[in-house]
């Protein structure tokens, strides 16, 4: 069963919103976003979820040591780098690190093994809103598996996170403005759609030919 990841959190109602409609992680923003939160706030929420939770923070060229500081003051699991970030800087985090590509900045299978991560991210490129360009990310994802745990990014909503599990079978999808009424608030109704939508695509999957 494919996990849900729901990102840009900025506030303890929409944080509850998605535990309770059955997501697995929650995303913190501490990148430059309309999202971006500070580490007071973030703690402030994550020290009233329920446990079992995943909680990521989402980083952007800082410093490992920076990086380790606001995860333990934020008491989060997972540090998730959206920048430049190479092998070595991985390495310092291993085992609590995801590291998102897109389908330009994605290294050669080969070179995939020197980022010593928990997870990959297939992320579209910024910019790029196409139904096409979408497609291209699923595709990529699928053809990587052998290489690791993936997680698909970037463009899915409701409407397509199904079609989107199948074509792609990653271990997780992750959504953020995709189930948003404003940047940093979330349409509760949304989030729920995207949750049944993706596990829906999961059953879907014709496991023999997976």
């Known amino acids: 069963m494919v996990k849900v990841k729901i990102c840009g959190i900025t506030n303890l109602e929409d944080a509850l919103a998605a535990v ?68 070595d800087a991985c390495a310092a985090l291993f085992p609590r690190v995801i590291k998102a590509f897109t389908v330009s900045t994605l290294p050669h299978t080969e070179d995939l093994s020197s980022y010593r991560v928990a997870a990959y991210m297939l992320d579209r490129e910024k910019g790029r809103r196409h139904t096409r360009a979408s497609e291209d990310v699923w595709r990529a994802v699928r053809s990587l598996r052998d290489h690791g745990l993936l997680i698909l990014a970037g463009g899915l909503t409701p409407g397509n996170v199904s079609e989107a599990v199948k074509i792609a079978r990653p271990y997780a999808v992750d959504v953020s403005s995709g189930v948003e009424s404003r940047p940093g608030r979330k349409d509760h109704a949304r989030l729920r759609a995207f949750i049944i939508s993706a596990r829906r695509g999961s059953n879907g999957i014709n496991l023999e030919n997976a």
């Open 20 to 87: 309770r409609s059955g997501a697995d992680a929650l995303g913190f923003v501490f990148a430059p976003s309309p999202r971006r939160m500070t580490p007071g706030a973030v703690r402030e929420i994550v020290e009233k979820l329920p446990p079992l939770i995943c909680k990521v923070g989402v980083f952007q060229d800082m410093d490992a040591d920076s990086i380790k500081e606001t995860l333990s003051y934020c008491h989060l699991d997972l540090a998730q780098l959206h920048g430049s970030e190479g092998p």
